[in-house]
């Protein structure tokens, strides 16, 4: 029996704590698959320094495109790992091949997505 359950969650958290209540309530579940596919993207391509919004800007997207992955693999591995089950998949784009001149750091957070993937299928 497949059971499937939304957690409302702001991804551009960027702290630990702010991300405990979410961890609380995934432990209350046995979790088979996680699929990472959170990200966001800049409005129109640009040079990183003219990047509309600015550092804020580029701190949301590399947070929100890098460390929901992060965290939430971390925290249902531990319960995969013990049961010796489990799968996480990891969605990027194309973008994660490519330099992509002016989408700069969402490139970039795309590449540590398939970085971060190829890590964890060795351990």
């Known amino acids: 029996q497949v059971k499937f359950r939304a957690i409302s ?6 702290t630990c704590e702010e991300y405990q209540p979410l961890f609380d309530e995934l432990y209350n579940y046995e979790i088979g698959v996680l699929v990472n ?15 509309h919004g600015e550092k804020a800007e580029l701190a949301r997207i590399s947070t ?7 965290l939430l693999s971390s ?9 010796k089950s489990g799968v996480v998949i990891n969605i990027t784009s194309g973008c994660f091949n ?4 002016f989408w700069n750091v969402y490139a970039a957070s ?6 971060l993937s190829k890590a964890l299928r060795g351990e």
Do not use: W
């Open 98 to 101: 490519s330099s992509a001149p």
């Open 110 to 115: 795309k590449n540590y997505t398939l970085q």
């Open 37 to 51: 596919n959170v990200g966001v993207s800049i409005d129109c391509p640009e040079i990183l320094h003219k990047v």
């Open 75 to 83: 925290a249902v591995l531990e319960f995969m790992a013990l049961r």
């Open 9 to 14: 969650f702001d991804f551009a958290a960027s």
């Open 64 to 70: 929100v495109n890098t460390l929901p992955m992060l």
